[in-house]
């Protein structure tokens, strides 16, 4: 439910290291704390006295600080190890989580004898995406509003041994827990797929959210709705403000950090896992995009379908066309293909149309405003690297108006209605992540131009999740196996 519009986003960051010092000192902050992505997505992070990092012209800024980069998922080999962060300025806030007064702020990764960025970060990666749609003459600029869903838990319990193997989830609004003893038990609990929109008390996690929505506010995350999705068990949407690629994929690793810690205060578990319940809707991260070109949306028409201009439409015949080798990056696990499957409210489909949200690609029809007009991309999962998903995505849209890729006719009826005969006829997503990896080995092109994605990157990516998540879950014994062949 983003809403793409030309209002300036709320913005409450420093701009240089001056104005870090001056927030440093206004908010009497004894720590800071440096944070960056390591390659599969997740923060790492470690902290200094903030004395060391006052000086405007100190070391820090001019030279950044060194760690082991050898420790880092898919950073650098023991023998190559050191590396340097160098802090953004325009990233830095006030830490909402820590109990010392800390500055959080989000650092470039360089390599400190070519003193380059190293070409592994995936924020780096970020950046000369939009350095290169800009030297691409296409647009100025793009905005991006992605919509991330997530479930708060109240248990989770998993492990995974030679001799054992499972999970527990546990929701005190899980609708399997009706029947339990809570002495007493009140019973409002959402029914399966059935979490969209209930006011309390059915929806119990109403005050959570609008804690989690002030809270990303006060440190510059601008939030414009929350509200319970659709599954039973705590599923949950809060939408922020679109924003350019790079500061949208800061924002959405804010966000993460702020739900996780928020649900871990009331004693949950917030997780950004696709597929988390079996037979219930899982999570998705529709992306809302669009490009400008001197304060011009280059994606409307208002003599268009679904007021789509002929760009517009050709950036979505690249989505269309690269779509597997995009969700090797925005769908990276082997449970996001869990969630891709019909019946679930997934768009498994590689169509587009006006409003019908079991497409790939859907337009919003909730305003004729020029300003608003937007695509949604909506296989994407939360489980994304947002650096790399967002970066695929606009080297897709950026090759389709390239080369003017027609995406073909709209599809605007129920998919899941069609014939066998009509339905086969329809590509769909990747059925696995080996199937995407497959897709994006085989289709970087359209992600090396102007050396945005490099080989190395796109190589180890495919070696680490090969390595990591797809021989990781081939080698154990899956806990349905026992069921369906222990008796065998």
Known sequence: MSTLVTKKAENHSPKNPQEVAKLIEKNNIQVVDFKFNDLPGLWQHFSIPADDFMDPEGDIWAEGIGFDGSSIRGFQKIHESDMILRPDPISAFVDPVAQAPTLSIICDVYDPITKKPYSRDPRYVARKAEEH???????????????????????????????????????????????????????????????????????????????IMLTLRKVGVPVEVHHHEVATAGQCEIDIRYNTLTRMCDHLLVYKYVIKNTARKYNMTATFMP???????????????????????????????????????????????????????????????????????????????????????????????????????????????????L?????????????????????????????????????????????????????????????????????????????????????????????????V
């Open 133 to 211: 749609l800009k030297s691409s003459k296409v647009a100025d600029l793009s905005y991006w509003g992605p919509e991330a869903e997530f479930f708060i838990f109240n248990d989770i319990r998993f492990d995974q041994t030679e001799n054992s193997g499972y999970y527990f989830i546990d929701s005190n609004e899980g609708a399997w827990n009706t029947g339990r003893d809570e002495k007493p038990n009140l019973g409002y609990k959402p029914r399966y797929k059935e979490g969209y929109f209930p006011v309390p008390p059915h929806d119990t996690l109403q005050d959570i959210r609008s804690e």
């Open 275 to 389: 597929k988390p319940l079996f037979k219930d809707n899982g999570s998705g991260m529709h992306v809302h995009q669009s490009l400008w070109k001197g304060g011009k949306n280059l994606f409307f028409d208002k003599k268009g379908y679904a007021l789509l201009s002929d760009t517009a439409k050709y950036y979505i015949g690249g989505l269309l066309k690269h779509s597997h080798a995009i969700l090797a990056f925005a769908a990276p696990t082997t449970n996001s293909y869990k969630r891709l499957v019909p019946g679930y409210e997934a768009p498994v489909n590689l169509v587009y149309s006006q409003r019908n949200r079991s497409a790939a690609v859907r337009i919003p029809m909730y305003s004729a405003s020029e300003k608003s007009k937007r695509l949604e991309f909506r296989p994407p999962d939360p489980s994304c690297n947002p650096y790399l998903a």
């Open 391 to 487: 970066s695929a995505m606009l080297m897709a849209g950026l090759d389709g108006i390239k080369h003017k890729i027609d995406p073909g006719e709209p599809m605007d009826k129920n998919i899941y209605a069609l014939s066998a005969q009509e339905a086969k006829k329809i590509k769909t997503v990747p059925r696995s992540l080996e199937q995407a990896l497959e897709a994006l080995d085989g289709d970087r092109k359209f992600l090396t131009e102007g050396g945005v994605f490099t080989d190395d990157v796109i190589d180890t990516w495919i070696e680490y999740k090969h390595e990591v998540d797809i021989d990781g879950v081939r080698l154990r014994p899956h806990p349905h196996e026992f069921y369906l062949y222990y008796d």
